[in-house]
Nanobody, 122 residues
């Protein structure tokens, strides 16, 4: 079992940066692949990025490639999402999630955090 808590969201102007953090509890954290998803009002939850248990493999949605970077620190049970060059269309609630493998679909993830709001003003 793993429990996840996101932090780091907020209000930022377009072109700015934010770093989201996800703190995990549970000794099995390092065995999980981790992902970030987001959900805007009236829209379905969409994949943002994922990272393998070792950190050696990462996958990004085309919409964030080159702007966002996912990373993890297994010693600290932490996952991060560095978001640069933010756009108004990045506005959403961002969730971290844990899965047995790297996957771009929400259904593959067993554990979810409560989410953190990111708002990008134009």
């Amino acid at each position: 079992q793993v429990q996840l808590v996101e932090s780091g969201g907020g209000l930022v102007q377009a072109g700015g940066s934010l770093r989201l953090s996800c703190a995990a509890s549970g000794r099995a954290f390092s065995s999980y692949a981790m992902g970030w998803f987001r959900q805007a009002p009236g829209k379905e939850r969409e994949f943002v990025a994922a990272i393998s248990w070792s950190g050696g493999s990462t996958v990004y949605a085309d919409s964030v490639k080159g702007r966002f970077t996912i990373s993890r620190d297994n010693a600290k049970n932490m996952v991060y999402l560095q978001m640069n060059s933010l756009k108004p269309e990045d506005t959403a609630v961002y969730y971290c999630a844990a899965s047995k493998w790297v996957a771009p679909t929400p259904g593959e993830y067993d554990h979810w955090g409560q989410g953190t709001q990111v708002t990008v003003s134009s």
